[in-house]
């Protein structure tokens, strides 16, 4: 079954700290896509970045950056020199091969404080 | 640039009462998705539809559920009968084609059951 996990329910940082945030998935296709997306408060989801299953290459948007590792099955998201308009919830998503859904983590609440 | 859009933004309706959500998307997209989140939980799929047909729908979606592109341009969730726990934010999604697995999310229409 695809499932996608993100351990970290909650994290606060203090502003221009460092921080990443987990995910990881399970899936038997052999081509699948991965996602992170962004939920500020105001509720809408928030594309950031997304990734084929056949490019481990990492990836730096920015202050964003982005570590994917098909051994250990994780594509991990990290924001560097935070800052408060980064607080939000951050969900990370599989896709599925056969119908193109996506299989959403249960989300990082990120809390950056001045 | 091109964007999905949901309408309303907010709904409110009694328990037992019908409830259609609205969406537009993309105008040459040709696959189409709803997916449900309840207030501080994960983003969960409900249904995927292409060439007017549901390709895929979850558990969630039972048969209180319908959906329909009534024109070239319009895509609705129906729910005939409300109960409390559909109570949530409702997004739809759409996609130039099941290959490239790139979903474009409207804002979402928060449901709210009294």
């Known amino acids: 079954a695809q499932k996608v996990t993100q351990a970290q329910t909650e994290i606060s940082v203090v502003e221009k700290e460092d921080v990443t945030l987990d995910c990881v998935y399970e899936?038997?296709?052999?081509?699948?896509?991965l996602f992170w997306y962004k939920q500020p408060p105001s509720g809408e989801l928030v594309f950031l970045i997304r990734r084929n299953s056949f490019d481990e290459q990492n990836e730096i948007s920015g202050r964003y950056s982005w570590n994917f590792q098909k051994s250990t099955s994780s594509f991990n998201f990290t924001i560097t020199a935070s800052q408060v308009v980064d607080s939000a919830v951050y969900f990370c998503?599989?896709?599925?091969?056969?119908?193109?859904?996506?299989?959403f983590g249960q989300g990082t609440t990120l809390q950056v404080k001045p | 640039e091109p964007e999905v859009t949901q309408t309303p933004s907010h709904q409110v309706t009694q328990m037992g009462q019908e409830v259609i959500l609205r969406c537009v998307p993309i105008s040459n997209h040709l696959y189409f998705y709803w997916y449900r989140q309840i207030l501080g939980q994960k983003v969960e799929f409900l249904v995927s539809?292409?060439?007017?047909?549901?390709?895929?729908k979850s558990e969630i979606f039972d048969d209180q559920f319908s959906v329909e592109r009534p024109d070239g341009s319009n895509f609705t969730l129906k729910i005939r009968s409300t109960k409390l726990e559909d109570s949530a934010m409702y997004f739809c999604a759409s996609s130039p084609s099941q290959d490239t697995y790139e979903q474009y999310f409207g804002p979402g229409t928060r449901l709210t059951v009294t």
């Open positions: 998503a599989l896709s599925d091969r056969n119908t193109g859904k996506l299989i």
């Open positions: 899936t038997r296709d052999t081509t699948y896509y």
């Open positions: 539809f292409y060439n007017n047909e549901i390709s895929e």
